[in-house]
């Protein structure tokens, strides 16, 4: 008589303080393993959504507070992987924002539309201070490895540009931020963002490079982002985004 043995399930459950260092290393542990148990088909959906809620729940939900906590509970079954953020705040009216249309000049408030867009299936609690996230284990993806962020800046003339080693996400938007306003002060016009070695770029990240497109526009200046991966490339199409971001795929 053979005996088989039930397969633990994968699943993560944590609790974290509402601080943007601790999302990252919480998406950072996501990414990890996702990729040791051979799911990397489904990993960058999984850990975009996985960044976008929990960075709604840090700043939105707990608004950052020192004795507030949020919890991420992640399961992956056999079709489905399942994703849910709870923070500890009054939530908010998620029926309405559901109904919102989202203009391309916009630098924030793509959370929603990204949930909608990567998960088959959303699921708020009455309140709106926990989500629920399905996601499908087999919709087509194309990862590639990832670093953690970091940047080099240039400036030459009227042009700077800025070439990433890693991720374009809310950890590093505040040092990039002002890093691009002292380019614009000093006389740039156009920024280059070479993505090459990007493999996740998040709506905090976006938004940096919409807030920077709107800075330039009144004096006919430009934002260019080039080399862009498959997977970030159709995120910016399904955003409306690439022609206002004069975004190039990589070769």
């Not at 526009?217 to 260019?224: F, Y």
Request: hydrophobic share 40%; net charge positive; proline share 3%.
């Amino acid at each position: 008589m053979n005996f088989s043995r039930k397969q633990t399930p994968i699943s993560l459950c944590q609790k974290i303080p509402s601080g943007v260092e601790e999302a990252e290393s919480l998406c950072l542990r996501v990414r990890d393993l996702l990729d040791a148990n051979g799911l990397a088909e489904p990993c960058f959906r999984v850990e975009l959504l996985a960044r976008e809620c929990l960075t709604n729940a840090v700043i939105h939900g707990n608004r950052m507070a020192a004795d507030k906590h949020v919890v991420l509970r992640l399961l992956v079954g056999r079709e489905w992987i399942n994703l849910q953020i709870s923070d500890e705040g009054p939530g908010f009216a998620w029926r309405q924002a559901r109904q919102r249309s989202l203009e391309t000049t916009k630098s924030s408030g793509r959370g929603l539309q990204l949930c909608a867009l990567y998960a088959e299936r959303v699921r708020f609690n009455r309140s709106g201070n926990q989500i629920t996230l399905w996601i499908s284990k087999t919709k087509r993806t194309g990862k590639e490895d990832s670093k953690m962020a970091a940047y080099v800046v240039e400036q030459k003339d009227q042009q700077g540009s800025v070439k990433l080693e890693g991720d374009l996400t809310a950890i590093m938007v505040p040092g990039l931020q002002a890093d691009l306003k002292e380019m614009v002060n000093k006389g740039a016009n156009e920024l280059v963002f070479d993505l090459t070695r990007t493999a996740m770029l998040d709506s905090t990240g976006m938004g940096l490079l919409i807030a920077a497109a709107n800075s330039l526009a009144p004096s006919g200046g430009k934002v260019r982002v080039t080399n862009v991966g498959p997977d970030i490339f159709r995120l910016l199409q399904s955003m409306r985004l690439t022609a206002r971001l004069n975004v190039s795929a990589r070769a």
